[in-house]
């Protein structure tokens, strides 16, 4: 389970007279429970990665705080990330490396010996459809490809709680529906707590459990896509979406 309460972080930008205060999270509320996908919506801008690095102990809260399985993140960063797995929108794979490579450097930095490592990486490449990409340089691989892999880095040492980044970013139909079908199996056969940030309705729709809607920062609404069509009045969820992010959260 992760709990997010209160969340904040700003950013300064530039120096002195010049400089000029963003507050890119402004008071972030989240429960997402096991065996459950929670999707983070909002609008480009609205605070949704800021929000997932601080989850990922990538940036310390300037006030709030996100617990992992009871663990603040910011007290204990490597008892929660032992607990999660994280797949940024950067894919960040070494070109040089194969999959199999990448895959099994990431175990051996989780603690897996070389034998658990690689049992691991072989069950992953059933379960992900990455048997013919294993021994290939990732150099090369296609936006599918790479989030596969990406993905079975991020799950090596089978967390507990997932976190994902706009993952259906630059994927083809065929790659988003098979990412869909695994998270759906990661939540149904292995109970994971899922977290996933877009700004895309139809993922919304046909994918998570609940809905967290952000606007300028703050959570402005969440609920299921029915409970939040029926709480605007919509029959159609992007028109909830507007409603809730942009006619009810100016700033």
Same mark, same amino acid.
């Given at each position: 389970?992760?709990?997010?309460?209160?969340?904040?972080?700003?950013?300064?930008? /530039?120096?002195?007279? #010049?400089?000029?205060?963003?507050? =890119?999270?402004?008071?972030?509320?989240?429960? =997402? &429970?096991?065996?459950?996908?929670?999707?983070?919506?909002? @609008?480009?801008?609205?605070?949704?990665?800021? +929000?997932?690095?601080?989850?990922?102990?990538?940036?310390? $809260?300037?006030?709030?705080?996100?617990?992992?399985? /009871?663990?603040?993140? !910011?007290?204990?960063? *490597?008892?929660?990330?032992?607990?999660?797995?994280?797949? @940024?929108?950067?894919?960040?794979?070494?070109?040089?490396?194969?999959?199999?490579?990448?895959?099994?450097?990431?175990?051996?930095?989780?603690?897996?010996?070389?034998?658990?490592?690689?049992?691991? +990486?072989?069950?992953?490449?059933?379960?992900?459809?990455?048997?013919?990409?294993?021994?290939?340089?990732?150099?090369?691989?296609?936006?599918?490809?790479?989030?596969?892999?990406?993905?079975?880095? !991020?799950?090596?040492?089978? $967390?507990?709680?997932?976190?994902?980044?706009?993952?259906?970013? /630059?994927?083809?139909?065929?790659?988003?529906?098979?990412?869909?079908?695994?998270?759906? #199996?990661?939540?149904?056969?292995?109970?994971?707590?899922?977290?996933? %940030?877009?700004?895309?309705?139809?993922?919304?729709?046909?994918?998570?459990?609940?809905?967290?809607?952000?606007?300028?920062?703050?959570?402005?609404? *969440?609920? /299921?896509? *029915?409970?939040?069509?029926?709480?605007?009045? %919509?029959?159609?969820?992007?028109? &909830?979406?507007? *409603?809730?992010?942009?006619? !009810?959260? &100016?700033?």
């Amino acid at each position: 389970m992760i709990r997010i309460e209160g969340l904040q972080r700003r950013f300064v930008h /530039g120096r002195g007279r #010049r400089a000029r205060v963003v507050q =890119a999270v402004a008071g972030v509320d989240l429960v =997402a &429970a096991d065996g459950c996908i929670t999707g983070l919506l909002g @609008s480009n801008g609205a605070g949704k990665t800021t +929000t997932l690095r601080m989850v990922a102990a990538l940036l310390v $809260p300037d006030a709030g705080r996100v617990v992992v399985d /009871g663990i603040d993140v !910011a007290r204990q960063p *490597a008892a929660a990330l032992a607990r999660l797995g994280v797949l @940024s929108d950067a894919r960040g794979l070494y070109p040089r490396l194969t999959a199999r490579e990448n895959i099994v450097y990431y175990a051996r930095l989780h603690g897996l010996d070389a034998a658990a490592a690689q049992a691991r +990486t072989e069950s992953l490449a059933d379960m992900l459809d990455l048997r013919t990409l294993l021994d290939r340089r990732t150099e090369g691989f296609s936006q599918g490809e790479r989030m596969k892999t990406a993905l079975a880095r !991020a799950l090596v040492h089978d $967390p507990p709680n997932i976190i994902l980044d706009e993952p259906t970013n /630059g994927l083809d139909v065929m790659a988003t529906r098979a990412l869909r079908d695994t998270l759906r #199996r990661l939540r149904d056969e292995q109970g994971k707590c899922i977290v996933f %940030s877009t700004h895309v309705m139809q993922e919304v729709e046909r994918l998570c459990d609940q809905v967290v809607v952000m606007a300028h920062g703050r959570t402005v609404a *969440a609920g /299921g896509v *029915a409970e939040l069509c029926a709480r605007t009045g %919509s029959a159609d969820f992007e028109q &909830a979406f507007v *409603a809730l992010a942009f006619d !009810a959260a &100016a700033p």
